[in-house]
């Protein structure tokens, strides 16, 4: 079943922007912590941004003034703006929640490449 499904992606020139939208179920959603991860070729998963229920937000240093998270309760979704992209966030974009139960089933992800 699929339960976490991210789109946005693309290929953008190097300042650009881009706006990543993660839809989910109501069961992973509600509650709980949801966070964007990025992955590399030949890199470990990362954490970009989180956000709580109470919209107190976590954001990477790598990408600190340049992304925002923010989420709609509403429609169990989680939106991560990417603005002055660099090439080295070319990534598979993923999201998920945090929480003690554990990640969700891991989506496809979403593909962002920044040229330069």
């Known amino acids: 079943q699929v339960q976490v499904v991210e789109s946005g992606g693309g290929l953008v020139q190097a300042g650009g922007s881009l706006r990543l939208s993660c839809t989910t179920l109501?069961?992973?959603?509600?509650?709980?912590?949801m966070a964007w991860y990025r992955q590399a070729p030949g890199e470990p998963r990362e954490l970009v941004a989180a956000?709580?229920?109470?919209?107190?937000?976590n954001i990477a240093d790598s990408v600190k003034g340049r992304f925002t998270i923010s989420r709609d309760d509403a429609k169990n979704t989680v939106y991560l703006q990417m603005n002055n992209l660099k090439p080295e966030d070319t990534a598979v974009y993923y999201c998920?929640?945090?929480?003690?139960?554990?990640?969700?089933?891991w989506g496809q992800g979403t593909q962002v490449t920044v040229s330069s």
């Open positions: 998920n929640r945090q929480s003690q139960l554990g990640p969700a089933r």
């Open positions: 956000i709580t229920p109470s919209g107190r937000v």
């Open positions: 109501g069961v992973i959603f509600r509650g709980n912590t």
